[in-house]
């Protein structure tokens, strides 16, 4: 599975919007990206998915450029109950089972 | 519908020991993975069970095992605790639909081995 990179930390101020940015250079025909959100002691929490172009939900919206080798999540206007750590997974779509292998993830800090 | 329950929520063990964690999945949810969050590590897959059979396994050694039940719940076994085995524990389980699974996560059980 291709090897994700994101930031390791991002701080915003409450209303921001915010754009994380996920490398997956070598992603295959077959893989899809996905994102999850971590708060302390809690289990991840799936937020969107997408293959190409424009992904958006009640929560974030995902861009993925033509070649799929990069992907932004966007938060719009963050809370400080988005205060958590961001995780870009490329998933195979189909077989194989679920084993996920999550990075370092992004730890995004929301203030007043 | 419920959603991922583990159970315990916390446990205490000391070097040596064994113990036994515990996931019930969500309603129709065939597939249960368990994956080991520690602050070096961060999170990494242990195995992941489908009907009842393990389809797949991360790189940790034989002390770790686990089963699926024929209702989809699971447990996860750890032997001859070692204080590196300090973590939580998280389960996972998805419909398996086979396209680009969304996994929902439990609350996961922290382990803590003195």
């Known amino acids: 599975l291709a090897k994700t990179t994101q930031p390791i930390s991002m701080d915003s101020y409450e209303g921001q919007e915010v754009n994380i940015t996920c490398s997956h250079n070598?992603?295959?025909?077959?893989?899809?990206i996905t994102w999850y959100q971590q708060f302390p002691s809690q289990g991840p929490r799936f937020i969107i998915q997408?293959?190409?172009t424009k992904v958006t939900n009640e929560v974030a919206s995902l861009f993925i450029p033509a070649d799929r080798k990069s992907s932004t999540l966007s938060l719009p206007r963050v809370s400080l109950s988005d205060t958590a750590v961001y995780y870009c997974?490329?998933?195979?779509?189909?077989?194989?089972?679920?084993?996920?292998?999550f990075g370092t993830g992004t730890q995004l800090k929301v203030e007043l | 519908k419920a959603g991922v329950t583990q159970t315990p929520r916390y446990l205490i063990k000391t070097r040596g020991q064994q113990v036994t964690l515990s996931c019930s999945p969500i309603?129709?949810?065939?597939?249960v993975s368990w994956y080991q969050q520690t602050p070096g590590q961060g999170l990494q897959f242990l195995f992941e069970?489908?009907?009842?059979?393990?389809?797949n396994k991360g790189n940790f050694p034989g002390r770790f095992s686990g089963r699926q039940f024929s209702n989809s719940r699971s447990e996860m076994n750890v032997s001859t605790l070692e204080l590196g085995d300090s973590a939580l524990y998280l389960c996972?389980?998805?419909?398996?639909?086979?396209?680009?699974?969304?996994?929902?996560f439990g609350s996961g059980t922290q382990l803590s081995v003195l």
């Open positions: 996972a389980s998805s419909s398996d639909t086979g396209v680009g699974e969304k996994l929902f």
């Open positions: 070598n992603i295959a025909t077959n893989d899809y």
């Open positions: 997408g293959y190409k």
């Open positions: 997974l490329v998933v195979l779509a189909g077989g194989g089972g679920n084993k996920l292998t």
């Open positions: 309603s129709g949810h065939r597939s």
């Open positions: 069970y489908f009907s009842e059979t393990q389809r």
